[in-house]
């Protein structure tokens, strides 16, 4: 097994290397000079400069890279010039608001796909499974920022029945930090009170981010338990007479997960980059909230410093992803 | 015939043409028969934030511009935007691909571990990155999705292609001493034509998606062009007041992906029944 997560490992390293080269050829393809490229747009003189000589813009190109690698190697990321501190602590910071919601996303699509998944396919081809149907058709072709922005104007404005944005409402401080999560470090820290507060926050930016994995969750489960309610072993189990939930919970549920759970490794980066426009919508102070401010103040060292940790975020999440198949289908570990 | 009458049976599929059909007529037809032409680009003060009516069916934005008009002009610039960026990301893509997958040896896995990097960070971040990196407006959002995009299609057509290159059609030329570069492009490319087919439909309705994205964080278009993710972005001050101002954009962009999703999985039931929906 460790032999596997080494080999996993070392598998990512490739793809992470050539993503650095990539920011890199595309500081320097950008035409001008690159310092005030990566610098934005509204840089003073001095700021330029300062990045000149960081990044040693005036050396030779094979120099600029060497020195670009391993100041990324020694943790890096640069200076933002909008707020003048280290942007690996500014990204720190936001990373643990980031988790909470996409964790509570795909916690919700998971939860209520699988099992819509089920029925879908338990009630094949009659009315409830063709609602279903439409309703995941449906859900894959709404555009998640605008189901956002019409969450926050029915419930939030008209409504009145959830907070609009943010992650507690003003004037409450926030629980003792222990993960960074606000609905897991309140329980921790008992405070029932700021629990519900953060968790009403959560709901809707988490429900706009849900609802398009959700719909994929469901269309692969349904495909999946249908196929496997074709299987001889079910012909005959029902033969024998057992109830149909028991079949369906115990014997088919299980062996139609496996297409359902390689999705999610894959779904957690479809919700982390939608989660760069749901979070800017409800001002949430994460990852995603931080990208779109470094565009809207073309802060390029920030930007570019958020693909590189989303991408690193990505390939550990694939390699998780793996170990969690391999844990399930142990024929997998002699693939690799 | 055959095809044709399956399709025909299959009423989702139906309904995508239709929407696809509509979304590609109104591109042609629209700029003619839009109520208020001149609102493309003129603003109109004096009716400013007027609710849907008789004048105005969807209403009028925060300059007086009639929502209707700016939603149908829009359409144009989302299907061409998604035209060109699938067609890059083909011509790049489908080559590579084919190539890869018939060659193998250091070059495929060459190309495959280029594919690797492009696939690393999940590609709406990359698109939003490179779009600002080189931010030239529509331009500069069309080469973003298109480098994002064209690895897509070159892992489709590889794994297509390697399928393609055991079959006994290919070997069979191969003994008659036809040249790689025939083999590839006049006969293993007609018979991976469907997938790819199936490949561009779906991603069609993807990229309207993303592009959408784009134009909402103020990556596409220039402002006084018709957009509907821009529209979006500039509705939301507006709110709780005008409603209509947010819905019908997003409504526009709900159809439009719908219609290439619908076809795109009546045509893959069809063209590939290994890949059929359960139905």
Redesign the interface.
């Known amino acids: 097994m460790s032999l596997f997560i080494v080999r996993r490992l070392l598998l990512a390293i490739?793809?992470?290397f050539?993503?650095v080269?990539?920011t890199f050829i595309?500081?320097h393809a950008?035409p001008g000079d690159p310092a005030a490229?990566l610098a934005g747009d509204q840089a003073t003189p001095q700021q330029i400069q300062a990045l000149r000589e960081h990044y040693g813009f005036d050396r030779p190109i094979l120099e600029q890279f060497i020195r670009y690698v391993s100041q990324l190697a020694s943790g890096s990321l640069g200076v933002s010039y909008m707020t003048q501190r280290q942007i690996s602590t500014e990204i720190i910071e936001r990373m643990p608001a980031t988790f909470e919601l996409t964790l509570f996303a795909m916690t919700l699509a998971t939860a209520i796909g699988i099992p819509l998944g089920v029925i879908s396919?338990y009630f094949h081809?009659r009315w409830l499974d063709h609602v279903l149907r439409i309703i995941s058709?449906?859900g894959?072709?709404?555009?998640s920022?605008?189901l956002a922005?019409?969450l926050?104007?029915t419930f939030s404005?008209?409504l009145d029945l959830l907070p609009v944005h943010g992650r507690l409402s003003q004037g409450l401080t926030p629980p003792p930090f222990v993960t960074g999560m606000i609905v897991i470090d309140s329980l921790m820290a008992g405070r029932l009170d700021l629990f519900r507060d953060a968790f009403a926050h959560l709901i809707l930016p988490g429900f706009a981010l849900a609802v398009a994995p959700l719909a994929t969750i469901m269309r692969f489960t349904?495909?999946a338990v249908?196929?496997t309610l074709r299987r001889e072993y079910v012909f005959y189990e029902r033969a024998v007479g057992y109830p149909r939930l028991v079949l369906m919970g115990k014997y088919v549920l299980r062996n139609s997960l496996v297409t359902p759970v390689t999705q999610i490794g894959l779904l957690l980066?479809?919700i982390?980059?939608?989660a760069?426009?749901i979070e800017?919508?409800f001002d949430w102070p994460g990852l995603g909230s931080y990208?779109?401010l470094s565009?809207?103040t073309?802060d390029?060292q920030a930007?570019?410093a958020?693909?590189l940790i989303?991408?690193c975020v990505?390939?550990l999440i694939n390699i998780l992803v793996d170990l969690v198949h391999a844990a399930v289908d142990p024929r997998i570990l002699e693939q690799l | 015939m055959h095809i044709l009458r399956l399709f025909a049976r299959d009423r989702?599929a139906l309904i995508g043409l239709v929407i696809i059909l509509f979304a590609i007529l109104l591109t042609i037809i629209g700029p003619f028969i839009v109520p208020y032409p001149d609102d493309a680009f003129e603003a109109n003060i004096l009716s400013r934030l007027e609710p849907p009516s008789w004048d105005h069916w969807f209403g009028t934005d925060d300059f007086g511009r009639d929502i209707l008009t700016r939603v149908i002009l829009g359409t144009g610039n989302a299907l061409g935007v998604a035209v060109g960026v699938a067609a890059a990301a083909m011509f790049v893509g489908v080559p590579l691909g084919l190539l890869a997958g018939y060659h193998g040896g250091r070059f495929g896995e060459a190309v495959m571990?280029?594919t690797?990097?492009?696939?690393?960070?999940?590609?709406?971040?990359?698109a939003?990155?490179?779009a600002?990196?080189?931010h030239a407006g529509i331009g500069g959002a069309i080469l973003a999705l298109s480098l994002t995009y064209w690895p897509h299609f070159c892992r489709n057509v590889y794994s297509e292609t390697r399928s393609a290159k055991t079959a006994t059609f290919v070997e069979a030329l191969e003994s008659m001493g036809a040249g790689s570069t025939r083999i590839v492009f006049m006969h293993i490319l007609p018979n991976i034509a469907s997938p790819i087919i199936v490949r561009v439909t779906v991603g069609l309705?993807y990229i309207i998606?993303t592009a959408?994205?784009l134009g909402?964080?103020?990556?596409g278009v220039p402002p006084p062009t018709p957009d509907w993710g821009a529209a979006?972005a500039n509705?939301?001050q507006h709110?709780?007041e005008a409603?209509w101002l947010?819905?019908f954009?997003?409504l526009a962009?709900?159809?439009a992906?719908?219609g290439f999703?619908?076809l795109g999985?009546g045509l893959r039931d069809i063209i590939d029944p290994r890949l059929r929906?359960?139905?």
């Open positions: 490739p793809a992470l050539g993503l080269l990539l595309l500081i950008v490229v396919a081809n058709i449906g894959l072709a709404i555009a920022f605008w922005i019409m926050q104007f404005m008209e349904r495909a249908l196929s980066g479809a982390l980059g939608s760069v426009v800017a919508i990208a779109v565009i809207a073309a390029y930007t570019l958020v693909v989303v991408g990505y390939a | 989702a571990r280029v690797d990097v492009f696939l690393a960070v999940p590609s709406l971040i990359l939003i990155a490179l600002q990196l080189l309705g998606m959408a994205v909402f964080l103020g990556i979006i509705s939301r709110l709780p409603w947010v819905s954009p997003g962009i709900f159809l992906v719908l999703n619908l999985d929906r359960a139905r």
